[in-house]
């Protein structure tokens, strides 16, 4: 109302309308209130642990005085709890500054982890500046018979020792439960074991309220070692939870055993030669005793033999034993100790038990003949009947087993197979006929075998004279000698006497052909001479030249054979290896055949033929012959006459000089035969027969036909014997020297084509 001050005063009415702004000047109010059955007290709810998650525990109510924006309220949980809020109703019809929640949990509740939660709501307004408040609620978690009871071990192990006395206690068991009050009130029992089939039988006990286990009787390790059982804790709550363990008691050693040996006696086989230190056995011992009362010290024993203790050892953790030397089954078969094994126990225990060592037999020893000596013999009767004993061979063989069963043969120095051997016993008997090429010494090589693997042998030599007595026992000595001297491949049987006698004759033959065939020589030499100075007789009558026969003519000496056109010489006479001699005949007169045997001729033993050996000189190479010896030939382009006296001639294929004989004159002419009379002995070289010839040549056809006589080719010699009745045999054929002319191997002519021609007799 608005008045002037005249009068009247005049006043005036206007309405004013005052809008009063809110200022946020009130802080939000909390109200914690009770809900369902869940009491609340002072500010402090009552839960238990087993409510489901998102349970209502409380309703909260925030309120601000504020308006508008300062009134409008939000409401929170401080702090890591497991609970929050939740907005009651979600009307819109409820005024900002006045709201209500519900207080839940969030997570399971668990009174063994924790008991109380104290909850913080803190409401904050919307204003600037903001104002807020809190409120609080203890929320007290109840106890509830969730949990069993627990062991603090599932596996209980327990040591207890051995011999005890009964009702000791063995261990205590102790079982816990998170609950409180009748729901952690526990008692023990026992009950087997869910691994063990074996009932305790009243073995152990325990107290149901201390859990106490009680042994009831006397353990024995030994028999047995271990227990095991379980022990199980109930609590009291409702419902009625429980809980178990497993007791092992282990029962713990005392040395209440001795070592005790798997035998009482240990045999071993080893063989011989066996290196040093080598394992030859083992022995077992065992402790029923455990740790250190089952820690047993091997020693060796002195046993029967002296130094057994050093000569064996024994390894302490294997039992195995070794040997320091090596074995000689020889020298010592067996070997006898003893092995001592003592425990580490308190008091220590100590056995013995006993080892038998037998050494093996090994090949090691070759087989040793006692008879005979290799210097001795044994004097054989020829005339001993067949079977007889000439010897027995004793060897031994220090070996054993089949290691010294022997076996005996005869390997060398019975060529006639004259001996044989029994193979088990050694006896040599004669089981081939004597005859005189046995006679001397026989060296047997005999040999021994024994039966091991791999064998062993021995050679011995057995020396056998046969021959009817011991006249020079020094001789058959010295023929002993020299065999021990002769390799054992080379035979000597028979040597002294009979082969000796061969090789002796051989010998002596040699050493006669090589005189025979220097007297033959100088015979050679004067006969050449002689004929030189006196002449010679023969084949030409008429006059001739005191010259050597076997030197050519200087008219000879261009007498060469004739050459066809065609350089190809002339034909030779049908026997192209004969010796052919031809004379002339005055008046036409015909020669008859000489038929007579040299044997009846008047001269025939003037000369005698001398049969050189294998050194004598090869006159032979002076005539050409079918031999493979050169010859030599007369030309045979010489004149003929109206005989011709042919005589065939071979010399032998050997160097054995065929001496010449006296001629023989028969007609006017001088046709020569010439004989040999055979010496004593004849070699066995063959020979070829020389037979001689008359040819005629008729001058008129009512006169004899022509006689030749050909060469029966090469014979073995024969003995005076067989061929005393063919008579002697021919001799070189003396060669005139006027008509005829030497041709030598290689085809020339005369003295100055070959250097043979430079001999000289």
């Keep these: 109302m608005a008045r002037d001050r005249g009068q009247p005063p005049k006043t005036d009415k206007a309405t004013v309308v005052l809008n009063i702004r809110d200022e946020n000047d009130n802080v939000p109010t909390i109200d914690i209130r009770k809900i369902g059955r869940i009491p609340l007290r002072d500010g402090v709810a009552s839960v238990a642990e087993d409510v489901l998650v998102d349970t209502p525990v409380a309703l909260v109510q925030v309120s601000d005085r504020d308006q508008g924006e300062n009134g409008v309220v939000t409401c929170t949980v401080v702090g890591d709890v497991p609970f929050q809020l939740k907005p009651a109703s979600e009307g819109e019809g409820e005024p900002q500054n006045k709201r209500k929640y519900f207080l839940h949990t969030s997570a399971p509740l668990d009174y063994e982890a924790v008991r109380d939660y104290h909850v913080v709501i803190v409401a904050v307004d919307s204003g600037s500046p903001s104002l807020s408040s809190n409120n609080s609620l203890l929320v007290r978690v109840g106890d509830t018979n969730d949990n069993p009871p627990v062991f603090g071990q599932a596996v209980l192990e327990v040591s207890f020792p051995e011999n005890n006395v009964p009702g000791e206690r063995v261990a205590t068991v102790v079982a816990t439960d998170a609950d409180s009050g009748k729901n952690a009130e526990i008692a023990y029992s026992l009950e087997p074991s869910p691994l063990s089939a074996e009932a305790l039988g009243g073995l152990f006990s325990i107290d149901p309220d201390s859990g106490d286990v009680l042994v009831q009787a006397v353990l024995d390790r030994e028999q047995r070692d271990t227990y095991e059982f379980q022990v199980t804790a109930r609590d009291k709550g409702v419902p009625v939870l429980q809980g178990s363990t497993t007791v092992v008691v282990r029962v713990a050693d005392r040395n209440d055993n001795e070592p005790r040996f798997m035998q009482d006696v240990f045999t071993f086989y080893v063989k011989e030669n066996l290196q040093p230190n080598s394992p030859v056995g083992m022995v077992t011992v065992m402790d029923a005793d455990k740790g250190r009362n089952a820690e047993l010290s091997l020693s060796i024993q002195a046993g029967e033999q002296d130094g057994a203790a050093g000569i064996f050892s024994i390894e302490n953790d294997t039992g195995t034993i070794y040997s320091t030397m090596s074995f000689d089954r020889e020298q010592q078969t067996s070997y006898t100790f003893r092995v001592k094994a003592v425990d580490g126990g308190e008091p220590p225990h100590s056995s013995t038990a006993t080892v038998s060592l037998f050494v093996m037999d090994e090949n090691d020893n070759a087989p040793t003949v006692t008879f005979p000596s290799n210097s001795s013999y044994t004097v054989l009767p020829p005339s001993s009947n067949l079977r007889t004993v000439v010897a027995t061979v004793v060897a031994t063989d220090t070996d054993a087993g089949l290691n010294a069963d022997l076996n005996y043969s005869i390997v060398g120095g019975n060529p006639f197979r004259l001996f044989e051997i029994d193979p088990a016993s050694g006896v040599v008997s004669l089981v081939g006929k004597l005859e005189p090429k046995h006679y001397g010494l026989h060296r047997l090589v005999v040999q021994v075998n024994d039966s091991g693997q791999p064998p062993q042998a021995t050679t011995a030599l057995l020396h056998v004279f046969v021959n009817e007595s011991l006249s020079n026992a020094t001789v058959v000595e010295s023929q002993v000698a020299r065999s021990l001297h002769t390799p054992l491949a080379q035979d000597i049987a028979g040597d002294p006497s009979y082969e000796l006698s061969k090789?002796?004759?051989?010998?002596?033959?040699?050493?006669?052909?090589?005189?025979?065939?220097?007297?033959?020589?100088?015979?050679?030499?004067?006969?050449?001479?002689?004929?030189?100075?006196?002449?010679?007789?023969?084949?030409?009558?008429?006059?001739?030249?005191?010259?050597?026969?076997?030197?050519?003519?200087?008219?000879?000496?261009?007498?060469?054979?004739?050459?066809?056109?065609?350089?190809?010489?002339?034909?030779?006479?049908?026997?192209?290896?004969?010796?052919?001699?031809?004379?002339?005949?005055?008046?036409?007169?015909?020669?008859?055949?000489?038929?007579?045997?040299?044997?009846?001729?008047?001269?025939?033993?003037?000369?005698?033929?001398?049969?050189?050996?294998?050194?004598?000189?090869?006159?032979?190479?002076?005539?050409?012959?079918s031999s493979p010896l050169p010859t030599v030939q007369l030309h045979p382009q010489s004149p003929t006459a109206g005989k011709k006296h042919q005589a065939v001639q071979e010399l032998p294929p050997a160097n054995t000089f065929v001496g010449a004989g006296d001629n023989i004159s028969i007609g006017s002419d001088h046709c020569s035969e010439y004989s040999c009379q055979a010496s004593?002995?004849?070699?066995?070289?063959?020979?070829?027969?020389?037979?001689?010839?008359?040819?005629?040549?008729?001058?008129?056809?009512?006169?004899?036909?022509?006689?030749?006589?050909?060469?029966?080719?090469?014979?073995?010699?024969e003995t005076p014997s067989s061929k005393s009745s063919s008579g002697p045999r021919l001799g070189a054929l003396p060669l005139p020297e006027d008509n005829y002319e030497r041709t030598t191997p290689d085809g020339s002519v005369g003295e100055a084509e070959h250097m043979e021609n430079g001999i000289q007799f």
Aim: charged share 25%; proline share 6%; hydrophobic share 25%.
């Design 680 to 717: 004593g002995k004849y070699s066995k070289q063959p020979f070829r027969r020389v037979t001689f010839s008359v040819v005629s040549q008729p001058q008129d056809p009512h006169q004899g036909s022509l006689q030749s006589c050909y060469d029966s080719g090469l014979e073995e010699s």
């Design 503 to 625: 090789q002796r004759l051989s010998i002596v033959i040699g050493v006669v052909a090589g005189i025979m065939t220097v007297i033959l020589l100088i015979l050679v030499v004067v006969m050449a001479r002689y004929c030189r100075s006196k002449g010679k007789h023969g084949y030409e009558a008429g006059k001739k030249d005191h010259e050597d026969f076997f030197t050519p003519q200087q008219h000879d000496k261009a007498k060469k054979p004739k050459k066809d056109k065609k350089g190809k010489k002339g034909k030779q006479p049908l026997y192209s290896s004969i010796v052919t001699v031809e004379a002339s005949k005055p008046n036409g007169q015909r020669y008859d055949s000489v038929n007579e045997k040299l044997s009846d001729s008047p001269s025939m033993g003037r000369y005698r033929s001398v049969n050189g050996g294998p050194g004598s000189p090869d006159l032979a190479r002076h005539y050409k012959s």
